[in-house]
């Protein structure tokens, strides 16, 4: 069974600051890992989706990272904004041919202006 | 597009009645998921279907029932409402494809049943 833990539970930091927001996953057999964005009272949306072959995917401020091996993903945020305070969930299938995703408990971020 | 459309946005039910959340999504998506999200839980799977007449359970599926007649719709139906189905239900669905399954979201619809 997948298990997928989600490290720090919550993080604050200055506005204009470089994070990284860390994600384990315990079945490594997977095609891809998917971060998404949620904020508070809404629905979750799709920040990135890593294929195993790609180890690593971008979008804008965000880059992630997936190493398969290690059963480890980083979502690292660059230069972060006010606006970027949300809480961050990374999703993995259940395992080979496995559809089904397995959630993290998210990290809270906090960015202080 | 609209995405993944789900109603109602919230609901309050006395225990024992019972209701249907419905969803909906425009994209053709032949996957479709019910999930729940409880405070510091995380999101967990209730059913999900391949395609219209497939469904099949997730990891909570006690106290709900699916249907999916059609592509576009998979509404989750509960009965006999119980306090411990209080969360908040997100619908979602995807493409299928060999290597991605990159999941889309609707907004939820949060439930509280007294």
């Known amino acids: 069974k997948q298990e997928v833990t989600q490290i720090p539970a919550a993080l604050s930091v200055p506005e204009g600051e470089n994070l990284v927001l860390n994600c384990s996953f315990t079945?490594?057999?997977?095609?891809?890992l998917q971060w998404f964005r949620q904020d508070p009272g809404k629905g979750l949306t799709s920040l990135l989706l890593?294929?195993?072959?790609?180890r690593e995917q971008t979008s804008g401020r965000l880059n992630a990272s997936l190493d398969k091996s290690s059963g480890r993903s980083t979502l690292y945020i660059a230069a972060s904004q006010p606006g970027d305070s949300a809480t961050y969930l990374c999703?993995?299938?259940?395992?080979?041919?496995?559809?089904?995703?397995?959630f993290g408990k998210g990290t809270k971020l906090s960015v202080i202006p | 597009n609209a995405g993944v459309t789900q109603t109602p946005k919230f609901r309050i039910l006395k225990i024992g009645q019972s209701m249907t959340l419905q969803c909906t999504q425009d994209?053709?998506?032949?996957?479709m998921y019910w999930y729940r999200q409880d405070p510091g839980m995380g999101l967990k799977l209730i059913y999900y279907?391949?395609?219209?007449?497939?469904?099949d359970k997730g990891e909570v599926p006690n106290g709900y029932n699916v249907s999916r007649s059609t592509t576009e719709d998979f509404p989750l139906r509960l009965e006999l409402a119980a306090p411990s189905q209080t969360s908040v239900y997100f619908c979602?669905?995807?493409?299928?494809?060999?290597?991605?399954?990159?999941?889309?979201f609707g907004p939820g619809t949060r439930l509280t049943v007294t």
């Open positions: 890593i294929q195993s072959s790609q």
């Open positions: 279907s391949v395609g219209a007449g497939i469904t």
């Open positions: 979602a669905s995807s493409y299928s494809s060999t290597y991605s399954y990159e999941q889309y």
């Open positions: 079945d490594s057999a997977i095609y891809n």
């Open positions: 994209m053709n998506h032949n996957y």
């Open positions: 999703a993995a299938p259940g395992g080979a041919g496995s559809y089904q995703l397995t």
